[in-house]
């Protein structure tokens, strides 16, 4: 048995420290352990938790001990903290294990014996919830069609992450006391939750938001039930508890990813214009997903993206089934859809024998374009065309896109031994601020605070550094003051806490606007009112947004940012590798307010999401090439715009390197072996 | 099992099962920065300085550093060495998510130690191979390049001095 000389107490700074190293600030308090019970059955009526000689000092707890609810409420779903009676999935946890060492709290954990009866009736997979967008008749125009093509595609985003797993570190040993220290990127939504599991008052529980580097968007409700497990467990073992999954929890509960199959039936002209086109969704919701109509409602607002064919079917369906919940929240999933639809625009390219920038220009810019009054979905598709010409240009498509077409014909005819080459062009948008959600962005408020001292305090919640850089740069411009008199401070107090999960904000779009008219409004008042000043705003709706959420009908996001990639890369027909040469880019987002920021945030997204285009490789680029479409108009989200067009890029090369349209994401030696090798 | 080793420039002496992870070790004797990433070896986050060589601790036993000079990061922040590291991160605006930062900063340790100049495709293959994209592959390595010619002034300016 090791024996050790005890940790040091760790300091709790907000948002500086890791929950997995805080320890008791007290060198008397004991540090417990906790580790999740797992169902191992998908289905059934939980009968027990058992272990037959637990060592003394460690406890099983279940939804019996619970002191309020049994219950997480996310929006309008709720689901049990520990299973009590029903289980809805393999894994779902129906007790925690607490005790003194880590190690072996973690070997016990496996050796408890959960017992459960079937079911009586056994949970199939159903349709659940759908959202329907038409225009015109598809049915019947369809076979109408000169030229038909239908694919389905299968995509699986599962991003591998290395930071620290999720959980929480909890003390509720004191009655009155609750401090919970995780990385919660949803703080009123966990506060909440706390008061339901522990039932206790609000202004007991003290919330430290510690460091997270997990994109994954599935981590802003995972992260409130794991906080809440842990604090139900030191609320019971009246000692300070330390709840982490384990890399492969991780791996399999909350970075699990999410699947989709996209359907497409395209029917087109010789000109490779669109006039029937039909979509169909499928998306595995699990047990629950807390954002499903959400997720519904952007996957179907993004399923036929910007392109306005004469008649249109988008379908979204949710399939309940007895998985994990859904991971994601709907800006995670999106760009699967935007592979679907790139993809099937780059085969009517093919069939057609036009050149892909030509097919997409056809279809975001129709030629009876004023027959299609009253479409449901209206983008500015003009601020995309800039874009497109000079990603083209920038990339020398056009020249690249017919040479490595003779490569291909080439292959045929000879040994294929050498490298062969593709390029492949990918468009779409990236929109922030999406309106027909269930949480509001637009009802955010920001307050910005100028003291006697000439310090400036924000209040909100801390973005990522680039974007505080962004946000101190700008604020310090406009009140004319120094950059180290900026500060940003996340400690709410009551009714200023944010409703929003920090990753739906619109750090750059809409927190920016606000910012920008605080530090206005101080400067206007700043010479007629004694300091302090406060400028407390919110934003009020743009007359120039037309979004109808009763008939699904408008512009569905606040701002747009409109973007072209291209990708090319080369093939090894001996070990069956993809070597991504360059990948360039055109984005037109309005004001760049750091060009240097913006770019770093553009390659580093490429490089997170060619990691996961090809499975166990580390796929990355020689060359990231970015180029912006400036203009003095409001600045505009780009994180995410990477993931909605570089899969497609990616996928369209791939194609045009080996000679099979590619439908599935990932890509693996194997798949690629195969299609090589399929005539 | 009573297992000598140095930690951080202190001669220990720990009462382990032979089989138990280092890493485990380190972060109950309060050394965080040593953090479990995949448990595999690949993603670098644990990395420590076994005989000044970069090890991730995950894959290592107790047994395995026993009489060995084992140094975490927060005993290597005080080292002077650290402090070019850190200097040639700042100028080219490489900041870690804190997470990775072990692996990635004594690769540039081992890196910079082993070659005077490195090359700055042999600095990307090395930096490309931990999966955390916290920072921007290009950015990291110029930080780790400038960190070298910081690092040889350095040590020209004291050889110089000396004479």
Redesign the interface.
Known sequence: ?????K??A?KINKSSA?Y??IRPASQSAELMYACLIRSPFESGVLQSVLMDELPPDYRIITAKDIPGENKITTLDTSCALLAYNKISYRGQPVGILVGPD??KTESLVQKITVTALPSQSPDTIEKKTQRTITYGDFDATYSECPHHIENTYHVTHTE?Y????NGAYADCSKADEVLVCTPTKWINHLRKNLVQVLSCKDEQISIQKT?S?NKNTGTIWNNTVLACQAAVASRIVEKPVLLMLS?EEQEQYIDSGDALTVSHKTGFEDDGEITSASVTVMFNAGCYAPFLTEIIDRLAVTAMGAYKPLNLRIEVFALASNTPPAASLSNGIENLVCFALESQLDAISRETGLNPAEVKLRNYFPRATHTRYNYPLSFNTELLLPALDEVQKISDFQRRHVSYSFHQLEKHTSRWSLPVRGIGLSSGYQGSGFLASSLDQLQQTMSVTIDTEGQVTISHHMPS?SISDIWTEQAAALLDCEKSNIHIDDSYNGSDEQLLPDIMTGDISILMTLLKKCCTSIQRSRFRQPLPITAKKKLSKPKHLSWDNETFTGTPFYSISWGAAVVELSLDPLLYAVHVKNVWYTIHSGKILNR?TAE?SI??ST??IL?YLVKDT?L?ADNIIIEFDESEEEPREIGDIVQNLLPAAFAAAVTQAVGKHVTRLPLDADSIYRMVQSE | MKIPFNLNGDDIV????PD?KLI??L????N?SV?????TG??G?CTILVDDKPVPSCLLTAAAVRDCVVVTLEAFRKNIFWKDIETGFRQC?V?L????DAGKIFAAYDLIKTEQRPAKENVIEIM??F?????????LANGVLAAATVHKKRMTGKQNGKQ
């Open positions: 048995m090791a024996t050790r000389k940790a040091p760790a890791f997995s190293d880590r190690t591998k290395f930071s620290e797993p460091i580097s890399r550094s240097k770093d390659k580093k490089e997170r990691a580390q990355s | 720990i009462d382990s099962e138990e485990n070790i972060r109950d004797s309060g965080f953090k479990c990433g995949c448990n690949h993603c986050s605006g900041h998510c804190g997470y990775c490309n191979q999966p955390c994209k916290c920072c921007e592959i290009e950015a």
